[in-house]
């Protein structure tokens, strides 16, 4: 699945998760709570019930469960439509119950609030509305049709008509409330679910490719000595025939097997890079890991700009930098957004100092929106493109996913980010610098990424076997 398609799982999709045995059980609590309250409400209260109406009311739920029990196995998932139709049949079936003992003078009237409140969770948008409709008609019908809650010697259990009016209003208002609340935290979490699946998917694609690249790297050093030898050899075989005219045909099987092997070192160069699995690779200089994370982006139209040097304090010497796939992939990923979005230049700014490895990425065009600052990082962040955004990026649909994936993947090797603009994006041009577009910073401390520095003459060791 691509991390386009992520973003794509909507909430009917979603709603077909559920099981069915999930409903079944959460409905057989609904069923033990209401013959519980009706026992209780005609033997302990001696309230006069509509018993055979109130235990038919019951008996319905447990039919159906019954039904689907023995019809459907355990783990049938429910589709959409057969979600809506559940909660729906829940529904009715409560305020049917209510109806019949006393309804909102009932305190049991706030369980209307469970099924919309299941279906916020759940069920797209037009399930939730057409039920949140529904349960609204049902509570307002109630507060003028309903069967009154009678005892034992005929008096009517009622509350005063400004209570009933506040209750059918706090219920109403709950709905709403309610309903809006649990599908924008469900829907935050789907998001922040998915996003982190791409996030792993994107980092698990770059450490696939680096151990290609290892494979590679490990075929070429092996190959390296006989494709040699073979070009030697072919080499002073086509020398020693100069001297044989009548043998021109050898003379031209061996320049054509030296030919060959010249082609199979430059396949195998183009696969991958000598020495990527290396364990000298394993970490590299700053500005060598900031060209290979920008390199993908070199030929895209935009000038990318790589400029370094040490902070106030800071060894001359640039750090050597463990060489991780997080750190390649995020930078590779802020790059690219700098990228679609500048005008012709990119800059790349590296600086270290003895306490900490800053980066920035800096680039030329209008920044980041300001209503969006704060909310960079978040996964699906969409924001309505103006014509002239979509003429001048017509493949461009962000989400805000690759942010977040470059985010995630620094924040885990120890790095802290942030994000600004280089000027004021409501000022004119000409107040402006060259580099007036977004600011991406991102800063580790000296410790979590500079690499160990190992003791002269002291051997690194033999070089671990690929694990595929």
């Known amino acids: 699945m691509a991390q386009g398609d992520l973003g794509l799982i909507g909430d009917e999709q979603r709603s077909n998760w559920i099981r069915l045995r999930t409903m079944i059980l959460l409905r057989w609590f609904a069923v033990i709570g209401q013959l519980i309250a009706i026992t209780l409400a005609q033997r302990l209260y001696n309230l006069q019930l509509e018993l055979g109406l109130c235990y038919l009311a019951v008996g319905v739920s447990i039919v159906g469960n019954l039904i689907a029990i023995s019809v459907f196995p355990e783990n049938k998932r429910l589709s959409e439509t057969e979600n809506f139709m559940m909660v729906m049949f829940d529904l009715l079936q409560l305020c049917f119950l209510l109806y019949l003992t006393g309804g909102l003078h009932n305190p049991f009237s706030l369980l209307v609030l469970a099924p919309v409140t299941v279906s916020a969770a759940v069920l797209s948008l037009r399930s939730t509305f057409l039920l949140g409709f529904t349960a609204f008609a049902l509570v307002t019908g109630m507060v003028y049709y309903h069967l009154p809650l009678r005892t034992e010697q005929g008096f009517i259990l009622r509350i005063p008509d400004i209570f009933v009016y506040g209750q059918w209003a706090a219920i109403c208002i709950a709905l709403v409330f309610i309903s809006v609340y649990s599908r924008r935290i469900t829907r935050e979490m789907n998001s922040m679910s998915d996003a982190l699946a791409a996030t792993q998917m994107a980092l698990a694609r770059a450490q696939k490719l680096n151990d290609l690249g290892g494979v590679v790297a490990a075929a070429a050093h092996e190959l390296g000595t006989p494709l040699a030898t073979i070009k030697l050899t072919s080499s002073e075989l086509a020398e020693e025939l100069d001297d044989h005219p009548d043998l021109v045909d050898l003379k031209e099987d061996a320049l054509l097997i030296r030919e060959q092997a010249d082609r199979c070192r430059d396949i195998l160069r183009s696969m991958g890079r000598a020495g990527k699995d290396d364990l000298h690779m394993r970490h590299a200089p700053l500005i060598e890991v900031i060209r290979e994370a920008a390199e993908p982006h070199q030929d895209r139209g935009k000038e990318i700009l790589i400029e370094e040097g040490p902070g106030p304090g800071g060894d001359y010497a640039q750090p050597q930098i463990l060489r991780r796939p997080e750190v390649i992939h995020g930078l ?31 680039d030329d065009g209008r920044g980041f929106p300001q209503h969006l600052i704060g909310r960079i990082g978040d996964p699906f962040v969409r924001r309505r493109r103006s014509e002239s955004e979509k003429r001048a990026r017509p493949e461009y649909e962000g989400m805000g996913l690759g942010l977040f994936i470059a985010k995630t993947l620094l924040e885990r090797t120890g790095a802290e980010l942030s994000f600004a603009n280089g000027s004021d994006p409501y000022s004119a041009v000409s107040d402006q610098s060259e580099r007036r577009g977004a600011i991406v910073e991102v800063v580790w401390p000296h410790s979590k990424i500079v690499a160990d520095a ?6 690194l060791g033999e070089n671990r076997p690929i694990e595929i």
Not at 333 to 362: G, Y
Not at 454 to 459: D, L, S
């Open 332 to 362: 590779r990923n802020l790059v690219q957004n700098a990228v679609d979005f500048a005008r012709t230049k990119v800059w790349v700014e590296a600086m270290w100092t003895d306490d900490v490895i800053s980066i920035r990425i800096v």
């Open 454 to 459: 190992a003791k002269p003459g002291t051997a």
